[in-house]
C-alpha cells in the first residue's frame, strides 16, 4: 500500500493500537509467579527458559536466576529448560487470589553438556527459529565453528552453493536476508570473500532466525531476519579459548563490580596462511605465488548499570580481511572491513521496558582489477546510520504492547572502471560510478494478547516513509494450543525493502555494491507452523513442526541485461517484477537426557519470478533440501556427531546452440556467444556431503576441555554447481566426466581444541 | 526423475494437492540443445581492412562470412548455400560473393574468437570480377540487401552502410582531444585508446570526441599507440545491445547481417 499522506495513517495507527489496548484491558486478570533457578550447586542459572505447561507465556531468567511470570488462576505446571541442563517442572497452584510464594527451582547439570541440537520449546520467537551456540559447535565445522554454517539444519532454509553462506529464508533471494548484531544491522559479516561467518561462535549466545514473521516493531528486508544475540553477561567471569586450523580465538567475560557491569571481549585471528606455509605451499601448481588471505574479527561489550533500572551497553564490532601479496612485488592487495560502534540504552521497569539504540556502520572493500595492481581503482563503501527507542509494556496480564520509531540513513557509493569479473552475468555495469543516499523513518507498533492458557496473539503496523512516501505494512500472528503437546501457530506478515543486489555473486568474491531504492519492494507471506511435542518417558523428548508457507513479491527487483554496453552508470536502475514463493518446512528433533540428539530438516519450496509473460524458477531455486544431524556420547567423555546434507542442484538455463557476434572493427572475426533456452529450466545434478566429528570432553583444574577431529566430505563427492558449459558438453559426448568449474568443498580434514571456565 | 516429486499414495488428498502444487515447475530439461539445426548466417560488411595494433595488417584483404547452424555449445556445423545474392540497392549492381563449399563443423571450445578466414563459407574478394562489385566498392551511405537460402530455408536482409567517422586531432593547453565526423547510418561508436585506462579495452559510445587521460600505466599499451572509432549500423547495435537478441538485420535465420566503417589516428605523444 503506498500512502501520500503518512501524518495522516500515523493518527489511524494510534488509534487503531489504543482501541485494542481498551479492549484487552478487559481481559481477565491473572497472577504473577516468581521465582529462583539454581543448579546443583546452588548458584544462580541466568538465561533459562521458563514456562507454564499448556500456556503460550514464556519468561527468561536473569542473571540472579530470578524469572516472573504471568498465570491465570488455577493448577498448572511450570517447566523450566536450559542448555546443558535436564528440564524440571513442578506443580504449582495458582490461588484465587493474591499472587503464590516465590518459586525455587533446581535444574540438574547433564552428564553431557551442551548436547547441540535445537532443543524443543527452546525458540523463542514465533514461527522462527532458535540455533544456539552449542548446535553451531555440535555442526562438524569446516575448520571452526560456524553459525552460518549451521543454518541449513533448520527446516525453510537453504544454501544453493555451499561455498558461500548465503541464505535463502523461505525462498527469498540472496539479498533479502538482514543480519544483526543485538539489534545493530551489519553488512559485511563474512570472512574470506565470504566463506566463513564473521563471528566469533563464542562470542554469540545465540542466532534467531525471523522468519515467517517479524514484529512490526523489528526493522528486516523480505526473506526475514538473521538476529545474533552476543554472549550474555557474566555473572563471575568466564571465557573460552579455541584453535583451530583457521586460526585462534579467545572470549572473556568479565563482571566489573566497580560499575556495577560487566565486559566482554572476543577476538579471532586466522593464521590460515601461515599454516599452509607451514605445511610447504608456498604456489599453486605452476609454482606461482598465492595472494594469502588473512583475517581477524574483534567484538567488545561494555554494560553498565546507569541507575536502579538503567543499563547502558555499549559494543564495538570490527572485522578485516586483507591479502599478503609480498609474492607480486609491487602490487597491492583486496582489503575488506567493516566497522561497527552501537549504544543500546535499556530501562527495565516493573512493567515495561525502554530501550534506546544508536548504531553507526562503516562497510569498506577496496581492491584493484587484476593481478599487478598498483592502485586500488574498484571500491564499495556503505555507511549506515540509525536510531531506535522502543517501549515494550504489559498492560495487564492479559495484554501487552509494543510502539517505536526509528530513522535510517545510509549513503552507498561503489565504483569499478570495467567489466566487473566477480560478476558472471551481462546485467552487471561494465564501469560504475554510484552513489546514493536514503533516510527512512518508520513508526511501529505491535499489541499481543493472551487468551486465557492456550491462546496468544499479535498484531502490528509498522509505516516506513521515504521522502513523500509511506508505505504500511500490517503484521499479525496467532498461536493456540489445543493440547499441552501440540501448538499451532498462524503469521500474516507485510515487509518492505529499499535496496537491492544485481543478483547472486559467484563464489569467492568482492562484497557486492548495494544499491538504494526510491520504490521499496514488498513481500506478503502467509505462514503455519503445526508442532506436536508430546510426553515421553523421562529424560527424552521429541518434536515435530510441519511448516508450510506462501509468499507473493511485489516490485522485486532483476538488474537488467546490459548486453555489452559499456557506458558509465551512475545510478542503477532495475527492471520490476513479481514473484511467488510456495513451500513446506519440516523438522524433527529427538533428544535423551545422556546427550544422544538427532536433528532432521526437510524443505520443499518453489520459486519463480515473472520473465515477459511467463513465470520461470528464480536463480536459486532449490525444490529439495534435506539434512540431519546426529549426536551419539560414548565411553562417557566421548561423542560423535555426523552430519548429511542433500538437496537439488543448482538451476541452470540450458543452451540451445551458439550465435557469434562480430568483433568490433574486424568484420572477419567474430566471438561465441550461446543461444540460452528457457531460463533455469534445467538444473545440475543434486548436492550431497557428509561429515564427522568425533569429540573428547574432560574437566581440567575447573576448566573444560574440548579436542576435536572433524572431516567434512568424508564421501568425496563433487557437488559440482557451476560448468564451463562448451568443456561440460564436450566431456559428455566424449564419454569422459566433466570437469567443473567450481565444485563444492573437498574433504577437508581439520581438528579443534576448545577450553572454557 | 529428478526434480520431480512422486506422488505414490495419495492418503490424503490435500497433502497430495499439496505434493503435486510444490512440484508444479519442477521439471527439468536437457541441458543442452533443442534447436541446434536452426540456421545462421554471418555477414558484416566493412570497407576498411582490420589491423591488429601489435601484429599490423591482416593477411587477408577479402572479406567472409558464414553460412552455419547454432550447433550446440562447443560446435558449429555448416549448411549448403544454394543461392546466394547480395546488391546494391541505388542501381542493383551485384557483388561478388562467393560460396565455399564446406561441410562438418569446427570446434570452437576456445572463446578467443573465431577467424573467418580459416572458418568462413563465403568470400568477398577485394576487386570483384566479371562486372560485379568487390570488397573495395563497398561505400558509405549505400544501402545493400542480402538474399540467401540453405536447405530450402531463405534468409533475407538489408544494411546501410555507415560512412567513415573521419577523426581530427585537437591539441590544446597540453590535452588531446579526438573528434570524429558524424556517420550517416552509425548508431553507436566503438572507440578504442590504448593509452587510457577507459579505452584500453574499447567502449561504447554515442558521441564524437574522446579527451585522451594517458592513465594506463600497464605493459599492453603498444609502442605507437593507434585511436581508433568504429561506427557501427543500427543492426549491429541491436544484435550486441541485448544478449537475448538472436537475430539482427536478416529475417529467416539467427544470425546479423550488418556493416561497419572505421578511422585510426595515432595518438600523438605528450
Known amino acids: ?757 | 526423475v529428478r526434480g520431480v516429486l512422486t506422488v505414490r499414495r495419495p492418503g490424503s488428498p490435500l497433502v497430495a494437492a499439496a505434493l503435486v502444487v510444490l512440484a508444479a515447475g519442477c521439471h527439468d530439461v536437457p541441458i543442452f540443445g533443442s534447436t541446434p539445426h536452426e540456421p545462421a548466417v554471418y555477414v558484416v560488411l566493412m570497407r576498411e581492412i582490420a589491423v591488429n595494433e601489435l601484429e599490423g595488417t591482416l593477411g587477408d584483404s577479402s572479406l567472409f562470412g558464414l553460412v552455419a547452424n547454432l550447433g550446440s555449445a562447443y560446435d558449429i556445423q555448416y549448411r549448403p548455400v544454394e543461392q546466394l545474392s547480395l546488391t546494391r540497392r541505388a542501381d542493383g549492381a551485384e557483388f561478388d560473393w562467393t560460396y565455399l563449399p564446406r561441410t562438418g563443423g569446427f570446434d570452437n571450445l576456445l572463446s578467443s574468437g573465431v577467424d573467418l578466414v580459416a572458418e568462413g563459407n563465403l568470400r568477398l574478394p577485394w576487386n570483384g570480377t566479371a562486372g560485379r562489385l568487390g570488397r573495395d566498392s563497398i561505400a558509405g551511405g549505400e544501402i545493400v540487401d542480402l538474399l540467401l537460402e540453405t536447405g530450402g530455408r531463405l534468409v533475407t536482409g538489408s544494411t546501410m552502410i555507415p560512412t567513415k567517422p573521419t577523426i581530427t586531432i585537437l591539441e590544446s593547453g597540453g590535452v588531446t582531444t579526438m573528434y570524429w565526423a558524424r556517420s550517416i547510418g552509425a548508431a553507436r561508436y566503438f572507440v578504442t585508446a590504448p593509452t587510457d585506462r577507459v579505452g584500453f579495452f574499447g567502449y561504447f559510445t554515442g558521441d564524437t570526441s574522446h579527451v585522451i587521460k594517458r592513465d594506463a600505466t600497464w605493459s599492453g599499451v603498444p609502442a605507437t599507440p593507434y585511436f581508433t572509432v568504429v561506427a557501427l549500423d543500427s543492426n549491429l547495435v541491436a544484435y550486441r545491445a541485448d544478449s537475448t537478441v538472436r537475430r539482427a538485420g536478416i529475417v529467416g535465420a539467427a544470425g546479423v547481417f550488418g556493416a561497419m566503417a572505421t578511422d585510426r589516428v595515432p595518438i600523438p605523444p605528450p
Do not use: C
Open chain 1, 1 to 757: 500500500m503506498t500512502l501520500s499522506r503518512p501524518g495522516f495513517f500515523v493518527a489511524r495507527l494510534l488509534q487503531a493500537l489504543a482501541f485494542l489496548g481498551a479492549t484487552a484491558a478487559a481481559a481477565a486478570q491473572g497472577a504473577v509467579v516468581t521465582g529462583t533457578v539454581l543448579d546443583d550447586a546452588g548458584l544462580a542459572v541466568r538465561a533459562a527458559r521458563v514456562s507454564l505447561s499448556g500456556s503460550v507465556t514464556i519468561a527468561s531468567t536473569d542473571s540472579a536466576g530470578a524469572f516472573r511470570l504471568l498465570a491465570t488462576r488455577g493448577e498448572h505446571t511450570i517447566e523450566v529448560r536450559r542448555i546443558g541442563f535436564a528440564v524440571a517442572r513442578q506443580g504449582i497452584v495458582v490461588p484465587d487470589a493474591g499472587d503464590p510464594a516465590p518459586l525455587i527451582i533446581r535444574l540438574s547439570v547433564l552428564a553431557t553438556a551442551l548436547t547441540g541440537v535445537v532443543i524443543p520449546g527452546e525458540r523463542t520467537v514465533a514461527l522462527g527459529q532458535t540455533v544456539n551456540r552449542a548446535t553451531v559447535r555440535n555442526a562438524p565445522p569446516l575448520g571452526e565453528a560456524d553459525v552460518m554454517r549451521a543454518l541449513p539444519f533448520v527446516p525453510g532454509v537453504n544454501m544453493p552453493n555451499e561455498l558461500v553462506p548465503r541464505v535463502n529464508l523461505a525462498g527469498a533471494a540472496g539479498d533479502e536476508t538482514a543480519i544483526t548484531l543485538d539489534g545493530h544491522p551489519l553488512q559485511f559479516p563474512t570472512h574470506m570473500y565470504g566463506f566463513v561467518g564473521a563471528f566469533n561462535v563464542a562470542a554469540l549466545e545465540r542466532a534467531e532466525l525471523l522468519m515467517h514473521h517479524v514484529p512490526a516493531t523489528i526493522d528486516t528486508r523480505l526473506g526475514g531476519t538473521l538476529a545474533l544475540h552476543s554472549r550474555e553477561a557474566a555473572e563471575q567471569g568466564d571465557g573460552e579459548f579455541v584453535v583451530s586450523v583457521l586460526g585462534a580465538s579467545t572470549t572473556l567475560g568479565v563482571p566489573l563490580p566497580a560499575i556495577d557491569g560487566d565486559l566482554l571481549v572476543s577476538s579471532r585471528y586466522s593464521y590460515l596462511a601461515h599454516t599452509i606455509k607451514a605445511l610447504g605451499g608456498s604456489g599453486d601448481a605452476e609454482g606461482a605465488e598465492f595472494a594469502w588471505p588473512y583475517y581477524g574479527d574483534l567484538l567488545v561489550r561494555l554494560g553498565h548499570r546507569v541507575g536502579p533500572r538503567w543499563r547502558l551497553e555499549t559494543m564495538g564490532y570490527y572485522a578485516h580481511d586483507w591479502f599478503d601479496v609480498s609474492g607480486f612485488p609491487g602490487t597491492i592487495g583486496p582489503s575488506i572491513s567493516e566497522a561497527m560502534a552501537g549504544t543500546r540504552l535499556v530501562r527495565e521497569g516493573p512493567s515495561s521496558r525502554l530501550t534506546v539504540r544508536l548504531s553507526q556502520d562503516l562497510a569498506l572493500a577496496t581492491k584493484g582489477q587484476g593481478e599487478g595492481t598498483t592502485i586500488r581503482d574498484s571500491e564499495v563503501k556503505q555507511r549506515a546510520t540509525s536510531a531506535e527507542v522502543s517501549l515494550d509494556t504489559r498492560h495487564s496480564a492479559a495484554f501487552a504492547s509494543t510502539i517505536g520509531i526509528s530513522v535510517d540513513d545510509r549513503r552507498h557509493a561503489a565504483r569499478w572502471p570495467y567489466r566487473y569479473s566477480d560478476y558472471d552475468t551481462p546485467a552487471a555495469p561494465s564501469v560504475l560510478k554510484y552513489s546514493g543516499s536514503q533516510r527512512l523513518l518508520a513508526i511501529a507498533g505491535e499489541t499481543r494478547w493472551t487468551r486465557g492458557e492456550t491462546g496468544q496473539s499479535a498484531v502490528g503496523l509498522r509505516l516506513s516513509t521515504a521522502g513523500t512516501s509511506a508505505y504500511l505494512a500490517p503484521r499479525f500472528r496467532t498461536s493456540w494450543r489445543p493440547a499441552p503437546s501440540l501448538r499451532i501457530e498462524a503469521a500474516y506478515d507485510r515487509r518492505y525493502q529499499f535496496d537491492a543486489q544485481i543478483g547472486d555473486p559467484r563464489a569467492s568474491v568482492f562484497p557486492p555494491p548495494t544499491f538504494l531504492l526510491r520504490r521499496p519492494r514488498r513481500m506478503d507471506g502467509i505462514a503455519t507452523t503445526v508442532e506436536w511435542a508430546p510426553s515421553l518417558p523421562s529424560g527424552r523428548s521429541l518434536a515435530l513442526s510441519v511448516t508450510p508457507f506462501a509468499r507473493s513479491y511485489v516490485a522485486r527487483t532483476k538488474a537488467i541485461d546490459r548486453g555489452f554496453d559499456t557506458t558509465t552508470v551512475t545510478s542503477m536502475e532495475f527492471e520490476r517484477i513479481a514473484a511467488r514463493g510456495l513451500g513446506v518446512g519440516v523438522g524433527l528433533t529427538y533428544a535423551r537426557s545422556g546427550g544422544a540428539s538427532l536433528q532432521v530438516a526437510y524443505t520443499a519450496t518453489s520459486v519463480h519470478e515473472r520473465d515477459g509473460d511467463a513465470w520461470v524458477r528464480s536463480d536459486w531455486s532449490t525444490p529439495h533440501s534435506a539434512s540431519a544431524l546426529l549426536t551419539l556420547p560414548f565411553l562417557r567423555t566421548w561423542e560423535f556427531t555426523t552430519s548429511l546434507q542433500q538437496q537439488s542442484g543448482p538451476p541452470l538455463t540450458p543452451i540451445d546452440g551458439q550465435l557469434l557476434v562480430p568483433s568490433a572493427g574486424d568484420p572477419n572475426t567474430f566471438f561465441p556467444l550461446p543461444v540460452f533456452g528457457e531460463r533455469n529450466s534445467a538444473r545440475l545434478p543434486g548436492l550431497r556431503r557428509m561429515d564427522i566429528a568425533i569429540r573428547r570432553s574432560w574437566a581440567v583444574r575447573g576448566a573444560q576441555v574440548t579436542f576435536a577431529l572433524q572431516g567434512v566430505n568424508v564421501l568425496f563427492d563433487r557437488n559440482e554447481f557451476e560448468y564451463e558449459l562448451r568443456s561440460y558438453q564436450e566431456s559428455i559426448e566424449g564419454g569422459f566426466p566433466p570437469y567443473p568449474k567450481r565444485q563444492g568443498f573437498p574433504f577437508v580434514p581439520s581438528f579443534g581444541l576448545e577450553i572454557r571456565w
